[in-house]
């Protein structure tokens, strides 16, 4: 089965820090450029994070600039969010996200997010 499963997220304490994991099954995420997206509530889904297929290249939303961390292990089929200094408005439902173009198609697949809660 096709899916990514996203996992590490919690409640933690203004400062604190916290590491997301999404790993892939049923397809390989070497050719995917993979994403971390956030929603909190009321709010629209917004891009944390993204990472080229073969992680030459990292973009980062300007909030998160500086604090957060996104990495990927294609042998192990996972990637990372390492989340430092969290603040109360990193609080919100992390996605995962693979998407990759072949001939002008896009292919793209959503994990069920992980919940990450800071407050004091």
């Known amino acids: 089965q096709v899916m990514l499963v996203e996992s590490g997220g919690g409640l933690v304490q203004p400062g604190e820090s916290l590491r997301l994991s999404c790993a892939a099954s049923g397809f390989t995420i070497s050719t995917y450029t ?4 956030r929603q909190a509530p009321e709010k629209e889904r917004e891009l944390v994070a993204s990472i080229s297929s073969i ?3 990292t973009n980062y939303g300007d909030s998160v600039k500086g604090r957060f961390t996104m ?3 294609n042998a192990k089929n996972t990637v990372y969010l390492q989340l430092n200094s969290l603040k109360p408005e990193d609080t919100g439902v992390y996605y995962c996200h693979a998407q990759r173009t072949v001939f002008l198609r896009t292919y793209d ?3 069920q997010g992980t919940q990450v809660t800071v407050s004091s």
């Open 71 to 73: 990495s990927r292990d």
């Open 109 to 111: 697949l959503w994990g």
């Open 34 to 37: 993979m994403s971390w997206y």
């Open 55 to 57: 992680g030459d290249s």
